[in-house]
């Protein structure tokens, strides 16, 4: 079968798009023929060699997948072959770039019906995120205000859809570049960060700060002040401490995505419902990875990018 992966940690050059023997599902696993996987820039990190994940060498990176089940390992319930499935596969095995994917069975669920398959590729790690950071994280509840800094991303527009669907009054920080997007999104506030100071904008103090943008430490030890007493600051950006405030019981949270096949599944249910609207800006063939990876390294990418195989 045609993957790529790379056998050395390094730059985007580390990849190689060739032909690997395609694998077996063992015992409580699942052969998964790939509709798509996307490109997150956690796969760069692992390929570069700075994010703390040990993968074994070589490596296939895309951990988010979408496809449809080829073949059952032993012991598999719940699921059978022609199946249309999507996981967020554990980071540290073998992903999605290629033709095929053997994954635990327990990370997959049913894909949506309402998006092409290949497209539910684009949903599990990021909308995870987001709901972790907001939900499990920052504990948000309706009538609450969330302050969204970095909201252009996608991350972000999962996000501010999850919380304007809890009922969350939202405020978001973005780039004249994604302002539309934002409200497109839902979010009752806007604030053009390239323009205006943040603080100064805001009308009020706010229940949640999340950040999922890499701000200068000062900078976002700055912006706790946004946060009322009692409130919390959330961070996707582990690089960076997740400042909190103990004398006015303003509590942080660092989130690294984990996997949960029951939120999953609640997501999925969502995007059927026409309640969760999945981000997907570019179809690219399997071949030209590599170079979609030395383009992010430019800071050039924009939106989702699934990659087909």
């Known amino acids: 079968m045609k993957a790529v992966r790379f056998d050395q940690v390094g730059g985007p050059e580390v990849l190689e798009y060739g032909d690997v023997e ?9 052969l998964v023929r790939v509709a798509a996987s996307a490109y997150s820039a956690a796969d760069a990190g692992m390929r570069g060699g700075f994010l703390p994940i040990p993968v074994v060498l070589p490596h296939v990176p895309g951990y988010d997948v979408s496809g449809t089940v080829e073949a059952l390992g032993d012991g598999v319930d719940g699921l059978a072959v022609g199946d249309e ?35 539910a590729a684009a949903l599990p790690s ?7 950071a907001l939900v499990d994280d920052g504990e948000l509840r309706a009538g609450q205000r969330l302050l969204v800094i970095g909201a252009g ?3 972000g527009k999962y ?3 999850l919380a304007k669907r809890l009922g969350a009054h939202v405020v978001a920080t973005a780039s004249p570049r994604s302002a539309d997007a934002v409200r497109s999104a839902g979010a009752d506030q806007v604030i053009d960060h390239t323009a205006t100071d943040v603080l100064g904008a805001l009308a009020g103090q706010v229940d949640v700060l999340l950040n999922l943008a890499p701000l200068d430490p000062a900078q976002f030890e700055a912006d706790v002040a946004a946060v009322r007493d009692g409130g919390v600051v959330v961070s996707t950006t582990a690089f960076i401490a997740t400042p909190g405030d103990a004398s006015r019981r303003v509590r942080a949270a ?9 939120r999953l599944e609640q997501l999925v ?15 690219i063939p399997l071949s030209e990875l590599p170079a ?3 383009e992010a390294e430019t800071g050039r990418i924009v939106g989702k990018v699934v990659v087909l195989p």
Do not use: C, K, S, Y
């Open 22 to 30: 395609r694998p077996t599902p063992a015992a409580g696993e699942v």
């Open 153 to 155: 991303g996608v991350v």
């Open 85 to 119: 499935v999507v996981g967020f596969l554990p980071m540290e095995r073998d992903g999605g770039a290629a033709e095929f994917v053997v994954a635990p069975a327990d990370a997959l669920v049913t894909a949506p019906t309402t998006i092409p398959l290949a497209d």
């Open 254 to 262: 660092t989130v690294f995505v984990r996997p949960d096949r029951d």
């Open 159 to 161: 996000a501010i859809q």
């Open 292 to 294: 979609l990876h030395a």
């Open 269 to 283: 249910a969502l995007v059927d419902a026409g309640e969760l609207t999945v981000e997907v800006t570019r179809h």
């Open 126 to 132: 990021v909308a995870l995120t987001a709901w972790q």
